[in-house]
């Protein structure tokens, strides 16, 4: 069973920089994509940002060129967010998906506030 656990969220003024970490217990397996999605009030959670164990990127539209998503080895996952703007509110939730061929098992952690003030 893996279980995650995020930090590195807080309030911050609009045009700053924060820097999320999840940790990752348990075993993974090698095939895997990491990353990381959040959810506003009122709205549906969405992706942010996904690495996989091969080291290639996916990002939302509206953080390309401000955030970036990195790991190390297996069992962290980073996101380091600069140029923050106020409708990047959200809570942050850690995503590891472990994938077995065609059987997937998605792993969620606790939620990391981020509130980004005008």
């Known amino acids: 069973q893996v279980q995650l656990v995020e930090s590195g969220g807080g309030l911050v003024q609009a045009g700053g920089s924060l820097r999320l970490s999840c940790a990752a217990s348990?075993?993974?397996?090698?095939?895997?994509?990491m990353g990381w999605y959040r959810q506003a009030p009122g709205k549906q959670r969405e992706l942010v940002a996904t690495?996989?164990?091969?080291?290639?990127t996916n990002y939302a539209d509206s953080v390309k060129e401000r955030f970036t998503v990195s790991r190390n080895a297996r069992k962290r996952v980073y996101l380091q967010m600069n140029s923050l703007k106020p409708d990047d509110t959200a809570v942050y939730y850690c995503?590891?998906?472990?994938?077995?061929?065609?059987?997937?098992?998605?792993?969620w952690g606790q939620g990391t506030q981020v509130t980004v003030s005008s």
């Open positions: 690495i996989r164990s091969t080291g290639s």
């Open positions: 995503h590891v998906k472990e994938i077995y061929g065609m059987r997937e098992y998605d792993y």
């Open positions: 348990g075993s993974i397996f090698s095939n895997n994509l």
